[in-house]
Structures are given as structure tokens and as C-alpha cells.
């Protein structure tokens, strides 16, 4: 029987302490190489809390890692190195996407998201940025939005 264990860690700064380590310990695995592979599946997370799903085969000792990912929201406040987004949206603006920041967060949340396309996963990734009061390209996220629907980046958003 295969035990499912969910947590959240550091991306990148798992350590055997809680959460992981009391959880696995019982199972008698390596815990050291366990950390060693969630922490290089999270690397790129760096900062962020990141869910992680850990399948472990108790018998055999073997183990798969399945790596979420964080929330866009926070992906666009590490992209934009703030701490969050605006308590005020509407009002309070707290920084600027740029259209190939907003590309890079889509791709990184493709497996998450349902969106197929990547100008679909790019209108998610700028919908975000209006409830953040983030700006796209020094414009209101809202009539950016506006700007993708009708065509004008998709030379950029093709793939």
C-alpha cells in the first residue's frame, strides 16, 4: 500500500524538522536523500512555499515526488520582488508585469492551470494581476486584458 503524504515546504530549504521528518521517519526511509530530491525539484521556487505531494512504498523503500505550484499570486510578487500584492487594488498600485514576466509565470503554472493555450494562460496570469494591483506593461491590467482578446500580442502569445 502506497502512503500520500502532502506538505508544504520552502522551496528550495526543505530540512528534516517538521513537517517532513516526523512524517517520514515512522516509514524508516532515507530522509536525508528524500529532502536532497524535494529540494532540487523545488530550487526554482526559492522563497516560496511550495506543496508537495510525496508517494512512498513503505516495502520498498521507493518514493516519488509530485511538485505544485505556488499560487500566481505569489509568483508574481517574487517576479516583481515584493512582499504581496496591493490591499487596494483599485486604488494602490504596487508594481509593473512586464508581457514576457507575465509569460514566464503562465509557463511555469502551465501544468496547473486549466487554460490550454499560452495566451489563454496569460489573460489567467494578467486577471491576477487586477485583484494584485499590478500593472502590465505600465497599464491598468484590466485594458491589457482588453489588449490580448483583440489580437495585439499574439505574434508574442503564439505557442
Not at 38 to 53: A, D, L, Q
Not at 81 to 103: C, F, H, M, Y
Amino acid at each position: 500500500m502506497v502512503e500520500k503524504l502532502n506538505v508544504l515546504v520552502d522551496g528550495g530549504k526543505a530540512t528534516p524538522g517538521p513537517p517532513l521528518g516526523p512524517a517520514l521517519g515512522p516509514l524508516g526511509l532515507n530522509i536525508v536523500e528524500i529532502i536532497k530530491a524535494i529540494n532540487e525539484k523545488t530550487k526554482s521556487f526559492e522563497g516560496m512555499k511550495v506543496p508537495v505531494t510525496l508517494l512512498v512504498d513503505p516495502k520498498s523503500k521507493a518514493f516519488t515526488i509530485e511538485v505544485g505550484t505556488p499560487p500566481t499570486s505569489a509568483l508574481i510578487a517574487k517576479e516583481l520582488k515584493i512582499e504581496k500584492g496591493s490591499g487596494d487594488p483599485g486604488k494602490t498600485r504596487v508594481g509593473n508585469l512586464s508581457l514576457p514576466q507575465a509569460i514566464k509565470i503562465a509557463n511555469m503554472k502551465a501544468d496547473a492551470m486549466q487554460a490550454k493555450s499560452l495566451k489563454a494562460r496569460v489573460l489567467e496570469v494578467v486577471g491576477t494581476c487586477v485583484s494584485n494591483g499590478v500593472t502590465v506593461e505600465g497599464k491598468p491590467a484590466k485594458e491589457f486584458s482588453t489588449e490580448i482578446q483583440a489580437g495585439k500580442y499574439d505574434k508574442q502569445l503564439a505557442g
